[in-house]
């Protein structure tokens, strides 16, 4: 059965060591089988307090990530690309102090603001050349790096599964594939369940919610044909849970979370956490 991992977005907006130190209690004895630290800028957050912190209540560490500061690695502007650039190599450099298992999250362009108008090709081509850049870095890691699709209110530069696979083409290595985030593939996949299916051979993350961030088993997504999904994923798989409300202002603005879910984010978090290993773990 694949790994369940809590997203910690939905404990805070850039969770810092004194935060994840409060947390990881917390989880100990919960359905949670890891624990996917969510930062963009790395404040407040020291590798080794981060390794210490896990390995002493036993969860093993994957990381989500962006670009802080409007960074880009399609800007026009080769200072920001390459600032972009060193950001990532720096993500890397904690992943692999830290002890994290995988890195991921939508690390490709300017998350400050909403998208406005349409990329170009030209955008599309700095941010391959950008990656193949980053190339030896990513080999050297050795560890899966996954890249996010966002939904076209949030990008114009991914936003679907067919294109981070072309850009994974690209790169051409391994262990860089696609992050499948079930409420940005519910926007804007042409048939969810099948795209799935076609790109499970890249997929190396999933983000699991109800779609529209909801509680897991009380949307219309069929999660029977996920859990089978899920179920031909090899067993140590990580998958996490994603989601966020209106609880935290920051986290609100920045991913335009207006109202409740039914649930707090964190009982989203830990009752789907046991919903997901009902179902996972059942017969096929």
């Given at each position: 059965m694949v790994l369940i991992g809590a997203h910690t977005f939905a404990w805070s907006p850039g969770i810092t060591n004194s935060e994840l130190s409060e947390l990881l209690p917390r989880l100990s004895g919960s359905a949670i089988d890891f624990v996917e630290l969510a930062t963009y800028d790395l404040v407040g957050l020291t590798p080794g307090v981060v390794a210490g912190l896990?390995?002493?209540?036993?969860?093993?560490?994957?990381?989500?990530?962006?670009?802080?500061?409007?960074?880009?690695?399609?800007s026009p502007d080769p200072r920001v690309?390459?600032?972009?650039?060193?950001?990532v190599r720096r993500l890397l450099d904690f992943a692999h102090a830290s002890g994290a298992?995988?890195?991921?999250?939508?690390?490709?362009?300017?998350?400050?603001?909403?998208?406005?108008?349409?990329?170009?090709?030209e955008d599309r081509q700095r941010l391959i050349d950008s990656y193949v850049s980053l190339r030896t870095d990513l080999q050297a890691a050795a560890i899966p790096f996954s890249i996010e699709p966002l939904n076209r209110y949030q990008s114009s530069l991914l936003n679907t599964l067919e294109q981070v696979a072309d850009l994974c083409r690209a790169v051409d290595l391994p262990n860089v594939g696609i992050l499948v985030d079930l409420f940005h593939a519910n926007l804007e996949q042409a048939n969810l369940y099948a795209d799935l299916d076609a790109h499970k051979g890249s997929t190396t993350h999933v983000h699991l919610c109800g779609a529209n961030r909801g509680p897991i088993g009380q949307c219309h997504l069929d999660w029977p044909r996920?859990?089978?999904?899920?179920?031909?994923?090899?067993?140590?798989?990580?998958?996490?849970i994603e989601t966020f409300d209106s609880s935290n202002p920051v986290l609100a603005r920045r991913t335009r979370s207006w109202r409740q879910f039914g649930e707090d984010a964190?009982?989203?978090?830990?009752d789907g956490a046991r919903v997901l290993k009902q179902l996972v773990g059942s017969a096929p």
């Amino acid at each position: 059965m694949v790994l369940i991992g809590a997203h910690t977005f939905a404990w805070s907006p850039g969770i810092t060591n004194s935060e994840l130190s409060e947390l990881l209690p917390r989880l100990s004895g919960s359905a949670i089988d890891f624990v996917e630290l969510a930062t963009y800028d790395l404040v407040g957050l020291t590798p080794g307090v981060v390794a210490g912190l896990c390995a002493e209540h036993g969860f093993p560490l994957a990381i989500c990530s962006g670009l802080p500061r409007g960074l880009s690695l399609a800007s026009p502007d080769p200072r920001v690309r390459q600032e972009a650039q060193d950001h990532v190599r720096r993500l890397l450099d904690f992943a692999h102090a830290s002890g994290a298992r995988k890195l991921s999250g939508p690390i490709h362009g300017d998350l400050s603001s909403l998208a406005s108008e349409p990329s170009s090709p030209e955008d599309r081509q700095r941010l391959i050349d950008s990656y193949v850049s980053l190339r030896t870095d990513l080999q050297a890691a050795a560890i899966p790096f996954s890249i996010e699709p966002l939904n076209r209110y949030q990008s114009s530069l991914l936003n679907t599964l067919e294109q981070v696979a072309d850009l994974c083409r690209a790169v051409d290595l391994p262990n860089v594939g696609i992050l499948v985030d079930l409420f940005h593939a519910n926007l804007e996949q042409a048939n969810l369940y099948a795209d799935l299916d076609a790109h499970k051979g890249s997929t190396t993350h999933v983000h699991l919610c109800g779609a529209n961030r909801g509680p897991i088993g009380q949307c219309h997504l069929d999660w029977p044909r996920l859990a089978h999904w899920l179920r031909s994923f090899s067993p140590d798989t990580m998958v996490s849970i994603e989601t966020f409300d209106s609880s935290n202002p920051v986290l609100a603005r920045r991913t335009r979370s207006w109202r409740q879910f039914g649930e707090d984010a964190q009982t989203i978090v830990l009752d789907g956490a046991r919903v997901l290993k009902q179902l996972v773990g059942s017969a096929p």
